[in-house]
């Protein structure tokens, strides 16, 4: 039997294993998928649980069962690409035949001294139930402050205002507008939306320096019960750590087919991956399904594709609580209720056909 090895089961290793089960896997291949979690979490609602407006287990999904899939609860922590094995954090070692590494992204800190020790975190859900403890156990009008208005930081802090009325609550960001990668349209709809909401933006923000309590905003101290980091993400330590071809993000550079560009046997999937988008949840299943394609092509030994489709992404919603939202549909904006409701339609959905 050969062995395909999924390191990662996020939302690119959960889309592989839905497209290879029940009848696209051969009958001489075995699937073992390798996490640290026994389930499937559902990362891009991590800002609902910290702010304590759902609960833990409205975030995760169990992962398939199938005869022929294996899965090992486990920390990776090193891929040993000259002997085809992955190491385990209890010295387990496990060989794989193809290897699939999806293990996603972590923060990262622009080098800014203090905030990998003084900041709290929503990048992996243990880190999100700190976080939700640290927030929701500070005393009435508290300051919380947020570093980074992308996506995940605006979530995150419109949720805690819901979640948590009596908080100030302070956004911070480097550009002159948040949300720098949407249309002007909706960044000013989202500003004016936390202005009304009482939420403080604090633009052409540049973060110096973090201690315990304490944010320096060029230099001037910020007082804060809590600080939270949203500003940023690298692909995860055991990818930072392959000795292989990275674009300027630390994201492995690949093949047209998602294989290193020297094995054919090894693809890297998801926010690991220098792939032409932002990386999402949206892009790993895009590429999740391209490497089905291109996988099970090459286990019949049939020719594959001189080209690959380019993956298209659907666009971005993002909310304002439980009742607003924002977003990019086919490249038309959207705001108000409507994105939010369909938002949480898409999210009913996944949990739906993974559940
Ligand atoms: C708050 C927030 C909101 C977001 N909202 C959106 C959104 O609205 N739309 C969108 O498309 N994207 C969104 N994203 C981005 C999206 O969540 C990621 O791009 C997506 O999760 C990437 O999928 P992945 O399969 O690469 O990795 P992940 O889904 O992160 O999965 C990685 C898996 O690897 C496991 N793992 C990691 N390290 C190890 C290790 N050392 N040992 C064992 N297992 C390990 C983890 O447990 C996890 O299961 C959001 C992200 C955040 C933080």
Wanted: aromatic share 8%.
């Amino acid at each position: 039997m050969k062995n395909l090895v999924i390191l990662g089961g996020g939302y690119g290793g959960m889309r592989v294993l839905q497209r290879l089960f029940p009848n696209q896997l051969p009958e001489d291949v075995h699937v073992t998928l390798v996490d640290k979690a026994p389930y499937h979490s559902l990362k891009t609602e991590f800002y609902a649980l910290a702010a304590g407006t759902i609960s833990d287990q409205h975030v995760r999904v169990s992962f398939p069962e199938h005869p022929r899939l294996s899965i090992r609860y486990g920390f990776i922590t090193n891929i040993d690409l000259e002997n085809n094995q992955v190491h385990l954090e209890d010295n387990e070692v496990l060989h794989y035949d193809d290897l699939i590494i999806g293990l996603g992204c972590e923060d990262k800190y622009h080098g800014v001294p203090g905030a990998p020790e003084h900041t709290y975190s929503i990048q992996t859900i243990d880190a999100s139930r700190a976080t939700y403890q640290a927030l929701n156990n500070l005393p009435a009008h508290a300051t919380v402050s947020i570093v980074g208005a992308g996506l995940s930081g605006v979530e995150l802090a419109s949720e805690l205002k819901e979640s948590r009325s009596d908080l100030n609550i302070m956004l911070f960001d480097r550009g002159k507008l948040i949300l720098s990668s949407f249309p002007e349209r909706l960044s000013n709809y989202v500003q004016d939306w936390f202005t009304s909401n009482g939420i403080e933006i604090v633009n052409n923000a540049n973060i110096t320096r973090v201690e315990q309590n304490t944010l320096y905003n060029h230099d001037e101290p910020i007082k804060s019960d809590a600080i939270v980091w949203t500003a940023g993400i690298q692909p995860n330590k055991v990818v930072r750590d392959l000795n292989v071809e990275k674009d300027t993000q630390g994201r492995v550079v690949l093949t047209k087919y998602h294989n290193l560009p020297n094995n054919e046997n090894v693809y890297v999937l998801g926010d690991c991956a220098s792939l032409p988008h932002a990386p999402s949840a949206q892009l790993a299943e895009g590429q999740a399904e391209q490497i089905v394609q291109v996988l099970t092509a090459r286990w019949k030994n049939e020719e594959l594709p001189t080209e690959l489709p380019t993956i298209k992404l659907k666009g971005v919603l993002g909310s304002l609580g439980k009742k607003h939202g924002f977003g990019l549909v086919n490249d038309r904006a959207i705001t108000g209720r409507v994105a939010r409701l369909l938002k949480s339609g898409i999210l009913w959905m996944y949990k739906y056909h993974n559940g």
